[in-house]
């Protein structure tokens, strides 16, 4: 019988609790879900308490209430400091419950740093308690985050260790997927007083991230220094990531996968796009510009062997072939180009006989033996040419030209000067506004010492390229939309100025400027004057004027100097 009874009461003890767990639960949502003024909410989480005091949620809960409430009371300090102390105790009560309450311990770490803000005495040093709350959740966690966000706005008073813990958190973070809490992360470090060595150690490193840093150091006109070297990195990045993409593709041409190695090779040129030569302003080589070309050409040469590979003919209907013959410049590589397509029947003998019926694949060829130094070759190409009757319609003009052009080129090299001159001549009544043709013209009237006929073709040279002086008319130059002009030039260095205002009023954007997509000169627009110089090309480049965080208004730019001609 008194066995019966002991169990009745057991199962009458276990229905109670449950009943109080269960309406423990019921009241603490309704505080957090339902309730919205502060003092019910503390009302009902105080009778949760008091049904079920062991559900450390409820004690959390509580402390995020008061604490709350002691924010919205700075101007009555005494009801402030009794709801911080007693938010305090709430928090400490939780974690007597919940030891590892990762929760438990970040909200008590806040209500301490703040009791330290108003200068009043705490049981516990808010560190500790943000080291403690970090350590018990995941590195990706938004606790873990958050705990490094704060102790980054703190770090002026933070210890050498202290600050080396905030570096392992935010770094972790930031790596992987932590791209969209950078911009915040830097709101928070510009406030705390831009510590520029440690978020240089905060930053993973990752391209974006470093870009990212960059553009926000780069608006708001902070240190261009750090701004340059960010970029540099993120540069160095890029060029890795194509090495990588390259090393790759030549793996999945090894295994016949021509369209996955034909992405890789696309992807490595991609991330070399990106490359602008920061290094060069911040004055630290972080990659070799010689690799940086090699892998460019290599990525470009393996895409058109890709191209070959699945056409297996010399279509070339995009220019990716063109696009490799136009950067190669190694013997040794384009000798094992020709091999390859040796190899592939794409070169026999088959239409030497008849080589106009496709001036297409003629000019190819051409380039390919100009390249090759086969000069005398493309020379007896002029003798067919010659002999034959071409009837060139105007959509063929250009490669007509193009095949000439190379005629004459090599019969310069060959000391013909009056056989180069006659096939420029050729070439430019198929395209009489051809820069490239009138230069090569130019060339022959030097060596032939004829000074009457060189100063007709230099005037005709002066009516393309652009004039030294060009009013830009108050042409405005934007972050969203960038000022960008083509100048035709006879190529070689050439010093470059350019004059403009500040379209607005208030701080003056940084301005960058771009010649052929590599940076050349960057600094603040309070200037009103940027003076450079660059090497150029013959024919034609493109100048970008990129403001950061603002807009400018361009008055004139002159450019000075007189390269080979």
Known sequence: MQKKILGIAGLAVLVLLQAAVAWNARLCWRASAVETDPEARIRLLDRAGAVYPWNPDVSVELGRVLFAGATDALGDPARRDALLDRAAR???????????????????????????????????AYFDEYKR????????????????????????????SEKDFVVEILHGALTGKGGERLPDLLETWNLAGRDYALIDRILPEDAAALRTYALFLGERALSLEARHTALARAEALDVATARTELDRGRRDAESFMTADSSERCRAALR?????????????????????????????????????????????????????????????????????????????????????????????????????????????????????SSLVITPSGRPVYARILSLIGESDLKLDSVYEAEKYFRMALEARPDDLGILLGLERCYARLNDEAKAVEVRRAVDRLISPPDIDLSGRLAGKAEPFETALETTGGPRAFRLEFNQAAPGRAPLVGIFVDDRVVW????????????????????????????????????????????
């Open 133 to 160: 709350a970090a350590e018990l959740t995941g590195h990706n966690s938004r606790i873990r985050y958050d705990v490094g966000k704060v102790l980054l706005g703190r770090a002026e008073a933070l210890t050498a």
């Open 90 to 124: 709430s928090f400490l009560r939780a974690l007597r419950l919940d030891p590892a309450s990762a929760a438990a311990h970040f909200e008590l770490a806040q209500t301490l740093l703040y009791q330290s803000y108003l200068g009043r005495p705490s049981p516990l």
């Open 271 to 387: 991330a070399l796009a990106s490359v602008r030569f920061y290094q060069n302003l911040a004055g630290r080589e972080l990659f070799d510009p010689k690799e940086y070309a090699a892998i460019r050409k290599a990525a470009r040469r393996l895409l058109a062997q890709n191209r070959i590979e699945e056409t297996r003919s010399l279509d070339d209907g995009d220019g990716t072939i063109a696009a490799y013959l136009d950067l190669e410049d190694d013997f040794t590589a384009l000798g094992e180009f020709e091999t390859f397509l040796k190899e592939r029947g794409l070169l026999d003998e088959a239409g030497v006989d008849s080589p106009l019926k496709d001036l297409k694949t003629l000019v190819f060829r051409m380039t390919l033996d100009f390249k090759l130094n086969r000069y005398r070759d493309i020379a007896r190409m002029g003798d067919i040419i010659s002999s």
């Open 522 to 565: 960057e600094k603040n627009g309070d200037t009103g004057l940027a003076e450079f110089s660059a090497t150029l090309e013959p024919g034609r480049v493109s100048l970008t004027v990129r403001p950061v965080g603002g807009t400018v208004r361009l008055k004139q730019l002159s450019v000075a100097g007189v390269g080979p001609r």
